[in-house]
């Protein structure tokens, strides 16, 4: 604490005197005297025609760094959305073309696969119609029929309908092939029966 008079009168002065400014402050304020135009450098008549004259005004305003830089970025982001305008425009042509080939590939798929059902049918059909057991019951009807033919020729022979050569060429034909298809079912049923003892 001050003791004397010569002290009392030193911290007086120190309290008298205004707080340094900062540092931060010097450079904000730098900054803002570089962005902002210096008023008082105009005259009196440029200020009273800032005043009253709004392109006058607009001039001035357009001049200031800040307004450039800001004018500048909006340049620069105008160009920036034109390029992706374009870019958003090619990626659209492009996902158009890949929409119209998925259709077409979906359309030949969706053919192809109505084909091959209908492949698949005619090949179950085909298969049933094969099968050997199908085949054996074919036969037996074969040969049956051609049994119903043998009596019904011995038949019209007896009720006189037919003659003797005719009787003989028409009776030897289907009993010819009733055994024939008698031979092939027999034949086939030993194999099938095979077969199923082999477990196959």
Known sequence: MPTTPQDFALAHSLAQRPPAESSEAKEQEAGQSDNLPNLCTLSLDELKQLDRDPEFF????????????????????????????????CKGIHLVELKRRLSDDFTALKNLGEK???????????????APQHIRELLQIAASNADGDCDRHVEHFLNGKTDVQTFLNTYQWSKKISTERKAKEERLGTQLNALERAGI
């Open 58 to 89: 607009d001039d001035f305003i357009e001049e200031m760094s800040v307004v450039q830089y800001l004018n500048e970025e909006l340049d620069s982001m105008m160009d920036q959305v034109e390029i992706i305008s374009r870019e958003n425009e």
């Open 116 to 130: 091959c059902d209908r492949l698949n049918k005619k090949y179950f059909k085909k298969s049933d119609e094969y």
